[in-house]
């Protein structure tokens, strides 16, 4: 045991005294040892392989939690449902129902609404009023499900899907033609895309 040296009395407070002693061997041998470490650690992680300090493993993770967030929201995004009306659109736009649309309107739909869309007893085609709305869907529906109480029935059971899509194109098309003698306008003003204009969609009837 190391010897007790002579105290300092020069640092005496309130009967406290600090003497002035040598440091144990065991910690001046865990000293050496820490500085002994630390010349390999610090070269080691620091500078050859900071990838594996605490901090940068925890960015390391966090990016690649991030990735597997994004991924997965990429994959419910590729796995959910297309907009309805965004895909008829696109349909309309492609073209190709022209033909088939034009020879179902003649032979069903021009007795009630003329064959350049003017309208007789149904309504005009080649106007922005809608009744029922002016979107390729509406227009589907309303072939699809007809409109009783005005006196059109429905062409579910006459009609294929696909004829009923390619005439519902057509009557689309006629829209801001000039036929021979237009009927009045019926309905509510549409925009471009077939939505009411300055009011809710309005129901189904």
Request: charged share 20%; glycine share 8%.
């Amino acid at each position: 045991m190391v010897e007790d040296k002579k105290p300092l009395h020069q640092h005496d407070f309130d009967g406290i005294e600090e003497n002035d002693n040598d440091l144990p061997h065991w910690w001046l041998g865990i000293f050496a040892v820490s500085i002994l470490f630390a010349c390999f650690y610090v070269p080691y992680y620091h500078f050859l392989n900071p990838e594996k300090l605490p901090h940068a493993a925890l960015q390391a993770e966090m990016a690649a939690r991030e990735a597997a967030v994004a991924q997965v929201a990429e994959q419910k995004a590729a796995e959910a449902p297309e907009d309805p009306e965004a895909a008829l659109t696109a349909t309309y736009s492609a073209g190709g129902w022209e033909e088939s649309g034009k020879a179902v309107y003649t032979a069903n739909c021009a007795a009630c609404h003329a064959n350049d869309g003017g309208g007789t007893i149904g309504p005009n085609f080649t106007d922005d009023y809608y009744i029922h709305g002016g979107k390729l869907s509406d227009l589907i529906r309303v072939v699809t499900e007809g409109v009783p109480t005005k006196g059109m029935i429905s062409w579910k059971p006459i009609l294929k899907p696909q004829q009923i899509q390619d005439v519902s194109f057509y009557v689309r098309a006629m829209r801001g033609t000039t036929p021979a003698t237009p009927k009045e306008k019926q309905g509510e003003l549409v925009d471009e895309a077939g939505n009411f204009v300055g009011a809710a969609e309005k129901p189904a009837e």
